[in-house]
Structures are given as C-alpha cells and as structure tokens.
C-alpha cells in the first residue's frame, strides 16, 4: 500500500488502497504494522495532507471512541492490550539475565541456538553475538547510505520502517518478510 501511494498521486485509488490496508490492518490485530503503515503515510504525503490527516483523524476518534468500541467487539476484533507489550518485556529481561550471566565467548559469539526474544537485533545478539550484531549492521547501514547517496527515496523509507519493525518483530526469521528485507539490502 506505501509502495503504491509513493508512485501513484491520484487522491481516490489512495484513498481505496488505504481504506482497504487500514482494514486487513485492523481484522489482523497487528500493532506493529498499524505503527509503521502510519509512519510510512505519514513521511509519504504532503505537508498539507500530514495536516489535515493529523486533525481529522484526531477529532474522529476524540468524538466516536465508543462507536469503534462497538464496532470492535461487533466484528469480534483481536483485543487491543498490552498483553504482547508485557510478554516482550519479559522476553527482553529474561535475555538481560542470560546477557549477565555469559562469557566473553558467548557475549561475542552468540549464547543460544533457539529465538527467545521477539526484537531481530537482541535475537542476533543471542545466537550470534557482537560479531553477528556488527555484520548485520554494517550491511545495513551501508545499504542506507547508497539509497542515500543515489536518492533513493522509497527504498530508503523501506529500510526505516524494516529498522522500525525490527523493534518489535524477528524480521529476518520470518517468512516471507525477511525474504523481503534482504531483497531490499
């Protein structure tokens, strides 16, 4: 949908192609990708349209809060919680714990064989190390700077919201995402 938006300007098919992410968005439950589809709208379009959106879509939900209420639990919607929010932070302390207890060894080549952690970066860093962690940003960043350096835009916004996801999401674990990303390095 982002890719679509960044070529093609007519206001309609937009409008459409968005109606219809926002919506796969919503019925999936995925904060994670209604973040990065808002990031990614929101460095796409104009700086008259960033206003607008900003304050439309800011009075809409301040006056119908109850009526999307309703409708999410009428559609029988993936609850919005912090549950997934608290099982990563336990994720993330129970990676400190194991991050004090390493070696010198383990902390440079990595102390488990098995994913633990739902963030790609800590993840590396647990099954491969400082030397894995370094690779891997050294290719992305390199990467960054050549879609810098030819300006190149879209791939350049694909490489913040892959950073973004990252955060919160094993990228190069999953299929076909991390298909993705790499095709994009």
């Known amino acids: 949908s982002l890719i679509f938006t960044y070529y093609d300007k007519r206001l309609i098919a937009n409008l459409i192609v968005a109606l219809m992410c926002a919506l796969i968005l919503i019925f999936s439950g995925s904060k994670t990708a209604m973040i990065l589809y808002g990031i990614g709208l929101f460095l796409i379009i104009s700086v008259r349209w960033k206003i607008f959106f ?9 006056f119908n ?3 999307f209420e309703m409708l999410w639990k ?4 993936r609850e919005m919680s912090f549950a997934s929010g608290n099982q990563r932070f336990a994720q993330f302390s129970t990676f400190i714990e194991n991050l004090r207890d390493a070696s010198f060894l383990e902390l440079l080549f990595g102390l488990s064989n098995h994913s ?3 963030n790609a970066y800590l993840d590396m860093m647990a099954y491969g190390g400082v030397a894995l962690i370094f690779i891997f940003l050294t290719v992305q960043i ?17 490489h913040v919201l892959f ?4 955060i919160t999401t094993n990228v190069p674990r999953l299929w076909p995402t ?5 095709a994009l390095v």
């Open 54 to 62: 900003s304050l439309f879509i800011s009075l809409v939900l301040a």
């Open 74 to 77: 009428l559609f029988q919607l």
């Open 116 to 118: 633990f952690i739902d």
């Open 142 to 158: 390199v990467s960054v700077l050549i879609c810098m350096m030819y300006r190149f835009n879209l791939m350049l916004l694909l």
């Open 65 to 67: 809060v109850q009526f």
């Open 163 to 166: 950073f973004v996801a990252m």
């Open 178 to 182: 991390g298909y993705m990303y790499w």
